[in-house]
């Protein structure tokens, strides 16, 4: 799984990216469940899903600022 694109994060509307927020926060959660339940998990996902997570954030933040 390769990393999105800034440029593609940067087109999606704000009510998307809050979704999409939603979601990896929902997928974080289920990945320490597993991990804490010591439950076979791929562990490089934590650093993909947070740093993803990281981008729609400041960019729902950059395009509150905009309106």
């Known amino acids: 799984m390769s990393l999105i694109k ?19 926060k929902k997928e974080l959660f289920e990945l320490k469940i597993k991990k804490g339940v010591r439950q076979p998990f791929k562990p490089h996902l934590f650093k993909q899903k947070r740093h993803l ?4 954030i400041f960019i729902q933040y950059e395009k509150s600022l905009k309106k």
């Open 6 to 24: 800034i440029k593609k994060i940067r087109d999606l509307d704000l009510k998307t990216i809050q979704d999409e927020i939603l979601s990896l």
């Open 53 to 56: 997570l990281n981008q729609l």
